[in-house]
Nanobody, 124 residues
Framework: QVQLVESGGGSVPAGGSLRLSCEVS????????MGWFRQAPGKGREGVAA???????SYADSVKGRFTISQDKAKNTLYLQMNSLKPEDTAVYYC??????????????????WGQGTQVTVSS
């Protein structure tokens, strides 16, 4: 069983920065992809950034140039550096893990394991 634990959420003013972390434990596949997703109140879960087993990265258009996803496999940890935050970035952020390399890294469907989520609130 795979477990994901996020940390690093909080409240910041617009223009601020936060760094999310996701620690992975358990029996992962040899090849796996990881991603960050978010869900705002009343909205569906959307992909923010993801990285596949070869290190290829995808970003949602809304966060390109502001967010950076990275991974430290030695520490089994996934990160999301979020800069120039906007009020519309307010959401619960989840990290997720998929076996292999999904055809769409920003679709939540292929991701089988999920963290509990961490709240990010950006005030105007």
């Amino acid at each position: 069983q795979v477990q994901l634990v996020e940390s690093g959420g909080g409240s910041v003013p617009a223009g601020g920065s936060l760094r999310l972390s996701c620690e992975v434990s358990g029996d992962t596949s040899t090849r796996y992809s990881m991603g960050w997703f978010r869900q705002a109140p009343g909205k569906g879960r959307e992909g923010v950034a993801a990285i596949d087993s070869d290190g290829s990265i995808s970003y949602a258009d809304s966060v390109k140039g502001r967010f950076t996803i990275s991974q430290d496999k030695a520490k089994n940890t996934l990160y999301l550096q979020m800069n120039s935050l906007k009020p519309e970035d307010t959401a619960v952020y989840y990290c997720a893990l998929a076996d292999g390399d999904p055809w769409s890294l920003l679709s939540p469907t292929p991701f089988r394991f999920w963290g509990q989520g961490t709240q990010v609130t950006v005030s105007s």
